[in-house]
């Protein structure tokens, strides 16, 4: 796997433009939202109070929520637990590593990197296919009218 390269604003980015981390917004919203919810002696994610004020969190299923909003391996994990290991185009039930995480709306299309309501566990030929259709499709409009009609003889 390709070195994660640190941009100006602290957003980790993978060699192939995936999204790994936004550690500047971790280290300064999430740190705040962190800190607020210990005073508060309720979870950060939920608002369910708090038995002491060591951890902001109240279960495991609200730390991985709350980290997946900043780290894509924590947003990936939530996900496939949220999904039950379950491939959302076909119903097939597989083992986490023959899965994926996919954007249901692309982030080139505007789509939200770490949002939960954008992220689907999808199997591996689903997400091929997925994937196959969208640049199909985004080749086909990147194309003039005139080489449109001349690929399609």
Not at 47 to 76: E, I, K, M, Q
Request: proline fraction near 3%.
């Amino acid at each position: 796997m390709p070195k994660a390269a640190p941009d100006a604003a602290g957003v980790r980015v993978e060699a192939n433009g995936r999204i790994l981390a936004l550690s500047s917004a971790w280290f300064s919203d999430g740190a705040r939202r962190r800190a607020d919810a210990r005073h508060a002696a309720k979870c950060v994610e939920c608002g369910v109070a708090l038995p002491n004020h060591r951890t902001p969190y109240c279960s495991r299923r609200c730390r991985w929520r709350f980290h997946g909003h900043y780290f894509w391996d924590s947003a990936r994990s939530y996900v496939m637990l949220r999904d039950r290991y379950r491939c959302r185009i076909c119903g097939t039930r597989r083992r986490a590593r023959e899965l994926d995480v996919d954007h249901i709306l692309e982030i080139a299309r505007g789509g939200a990197a770490l949002e939960y309501s954008n992220l689907q566990t999808v199997c591996r030929a689903c997400h091929r296919s997925k994937t196959r259709a969208f640049l199909r499709e985004r080749g086909a409009a990147d194309l003039p009218g005139e080489a449109l009609r001349g690929r399609e003889a």
